[in-house]
């Protein structure tokens, strides 16, 4: 199969299934309330969906822990809403990209059942399952790991001395990619969806597939539970290569579609290339961690409001880098957050400026090297939670866990809700703001999670869009642009960043024969100075009226922001 690379003209949108729109009013999102909102998307100009996970899941990790792969979550609706979904998004010239998770099951899964229930399965097989170790007379897990939701990786298996791997929720039994069926499984389910009609994957947590088998302690530092948090024995292990060598070869190859992998933190890329390039990768592209928290926010629960900046430098850089290495060897995707992480809007733009620093933030991704993923509701300004109890928080399991540790920790009730309301991912997954009726249009019914009471202020997919200044109606415009071949005729040339050591603006440039196009965005909420000598011959975007510009400097207000050609 040829690939045609379609993907690196795409502009991607990642929808969060359960908060996007409930069609039938039990508080949850549903796929046909995505069907329902398809000419929205169209409009907006975004052609590429991921949607997060949609199979059958006891929603432990809001559907990462999927408990059967060939079916849809009944809350969400059934396959045949699935399919249609797929048609009338084709029919809307929109693709779609599931997201995949190999790296574990639902422990509720029937093949974790039948390991547990059947020590001679095949399935047995499919799984991490170690026996624990005894010391002082005290049965203690396999090894002293630690895992992403603050826990011990392993689990005793009641009635047992057994323990099972999980790198994320107790509920998530990582599988074992050496077990060659337990690869011919998935191979089978990719198959599946892919022959219905599906684009392309998101792989979750691709990183992981690979576990250093030697299961020996980690000796770095460890907590108060004397866990070590060594991600390295469970990321990007030589031997996940190989399987995705396999994947590619026996599903992968066969089609036209697109395969993204999550690889995420301490990830070069260098050894991304090793994923993704041309010549040597298996997949098509990797999403990296490298400029998300450019703001020293992660675990900042010990920081104050003031020390919270955005370095705008280390984004430089790590943009910088990624298309370095990448241009010409591989494609890459492009965002600010998804539904792991606080809003960007509340991370490096300002709720002050919140129209301008929107547009600001929007404007530098869309025109970078790779393919821009938006994350739902960034279009209309969605921004952090202000909840006011930590119950708010109960719907994730992450969230559950920090909050278990951080009390345990000795921190308070008061300071761990100001850090989850900085930090959480929760933060993202707030009902879709359509309008101002009741929930924001999201559901008639009781949403499954508080809705963000700014979408009364006109936080709201409606107001945005029957004003002319707002930030939707600068997204459309801007999404459009970057589909416009005479700009992607631009953007073929090389990527400079200008002034890459200005610490307040983030300014670069395309340049090839075609011309220069440039994009500047100041991303402070004050005014700076930043110098131009080009002569400015059109003017594609910009988020305010005139623009000062004199002697060859221009005063940059708040977020203010241009893609210019010049
Ligand atoms: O997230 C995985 C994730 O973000 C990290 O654990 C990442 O793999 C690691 O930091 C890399 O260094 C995915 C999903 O996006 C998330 O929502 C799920 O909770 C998680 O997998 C488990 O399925
Ligand atoms: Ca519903």
């Not at 409009?43 to 849809?72: E, H, K, Q, R, T």
């Not at 098509?284 to 629960?301: C, E, L, P, R």
């Not at 790590?318 to 539904?339: Q, S, T, V």
């Not at 109890?389 to 308070?412: H, M, P, T, V, W």
Request: proline share 4%; charged share 25%; glycine share 8%.
């Amino acid at each position: 199969m040829n690939k045609t690379h379609w993907w690196r003209d795409a502009v991607g949108y990642i929808i969060y299934p359960q908060s996007f729109q409930d069609s039938n009013g039990d508080g949850i999102g549903d796929i046909p309330g995505i069907i329902s909102r398809l000419d929205y998307l169209r409009d907006l100009g975004v052609n590429l969906l991921w949607i997060c996970p949609i199979f059958a899941s006891p929603m432990d990790d809001n559907g990462y822990d999927v408990s059967d792969y060939y079916s849809i979550n009944p809350a969400y609706g059934t396959m045949d809403d699935f399919r249609r979904l797929l048609t009338e998004a084709h029919a809307r010239g929109i693709r779609i990209a599931i997201d995949l998770v190999m790296n574990h099951t639902s422990d509720e899964h029937p093949w974790f059942r039948k390991a547990l229930a059947d020590p001679s399965s095949e399935e047995r097989g499919y799984y991490y399952i170690r026996k624990g170790k005894t010391v002082n007379g005290k049965l203690l897990p396999p090894n002293n790991w630690k895992g992403f939701f603050a826990t011990s990786a392993w689990e005793r298996i009641p009635g047992t001395d057994d323990f099972y791997l999980h790198i994320f929720s107790k509920k998530m039994p990582d599988v074992n990619w050496g077990n060659p069926k337990l690869r011919e499984q998935y191979y089978k389910i990719a198959r599946f969806y892919l022959d219905m009609g599906v684009d392309g994957f998101r792989l979750d947590a691709l990183a992981h597939l690979g576990k250093d088998q030697t299961f020996a302690d980690s000796d770095f530092p460890v907590d108060e539970n004397g866990l070590a948090f060594d991600t390295g024995r469970f990321s990007n292990r030589n031997d996940l290569f190989g399987y995705l060598r396999e994947f590619r070869e026996k599903v992968l190859d066969h089609y036209d579609c697109v395969a993204i992998g999550e690889v995420g933190g301490d990830l070069s890329p260098e050894k991304a290339l090793d994923y993704s390039s041309y010549d040597h990768g298996s997949i098509d592209m990797v999403f990296n961690f490298d400029t998300a928290w450019s703001n020293g926010a992660y675990g900042s629960i010990d920081k104050s409001d003031e020390e919270i900046v955005t370095d705008v430098v280390g984004l430089k850089r790590a943009f910088e880098r990624w298309y370095r290495i990448c241009n010409g060897k591989a494609d890459m995707p492009l965002y600010w957050d998804n539904h792991d992480h606080p809003r960007v809007l509340s991370q490096y733009g300002s709720l002050a400026h919140r129209n301008e620093s929107a547009k600001a933030l929007l404007t530098v991704l869309l025109f970078l090297y790779g393919t821009p993923f938006l994350y739902n509701g960034d279009e209309i300004g969605m921004s952090n939670v202000t909840y006011t109890s930590l119950d708010d928080f109960a719907n994730d399991c992450g969230n559950r866990n920090d909050i278990a540790e951080k009390r345990a920790q000795g921190y308070s009730d008061e300071q761990i809700l100001k850090y989850l309301c900085r930090c959480s991912r929760t933060n993202a997954r707030t009902p879709f703001q359509w309008n101002r009726e009741p929930n924001a249009g999201f559901t008639t019914g009781n949403p499954f999670i508080k809705v963000n009471e700014n979408y009364l202020q006109g936080v709201n997919a409606l107001d945005e869009m029957e004003d002319p200044w707002s930030i939707i109606n600068y997204a459309q415009y801007a999404i459009w642009k970057r589909r416009d071949p005479e700009i992607q005729k631009l953007m073929n040339g090389k990527l400079t960043f200008l002034e890459i050591e200005n610490p307040d603006v983030i300014a670069y440039v395309h340049e090839s024969e075609a011309g220069k196009l440039f994009v500047i965005a100041n991303m402070r909420d004050h005014d700076v100075r930043f110098p131009f000598y080009y002569s400015v011959e059109d003017c594609y975007l910009h988020n305010y009226g005139e623009a000062l510009l004199q002697d060859h400097v221009f005063t940059l207000r708040p977020f203010e922001c241009f893609l210019l050609k010049a």
